[in-house]
């Protein structure tokens, strides 16, 4: 194998090896966006009862998904899934129906 950069190998010419952390971040950003664009189409079509079901059935998934694929620990485990997707309906906040600014790291919802 050769050494590419500090992230991948090439493991010949179409092959490349991506290292966990990067595939992690890339598969936590994809399914971010996913999972919100979901719960969009489910409130336009009236068929979302409610976000925090939604929202918890989702990180319930992507505890499994990240413990399995991703080898996480206890204490890591809910690492893929956003803070706000917790803090937002503790806190009495809607996502549907909030027209969001420039998406950021933490998922603001203002």
Known sequence: MKKQDNNTES?????????????????????????????EG?????????????????????????????DSKPDDTMNLAPIMWILGPMSGRKYVGKKRNKPNTYGDWS
């Open 11 to 39: 493991l010949g010419e179409e092959w490349t090896y991506k290292s966990n952390r990067d595939m992690k971040k890339e598969f936590k950003a994809n399914v971010q966006e996913y999972v919100e664009k979901q719960l």
């Open 42 to 70: 489910r409130d336009k079509q009236n068929n979302l009862k409610d976000e925090v079901d939604f929202f918890a059935g989702a990180m319930s998934v992507l505890v499994v998904v990240n413990e399995m694929f991703f």
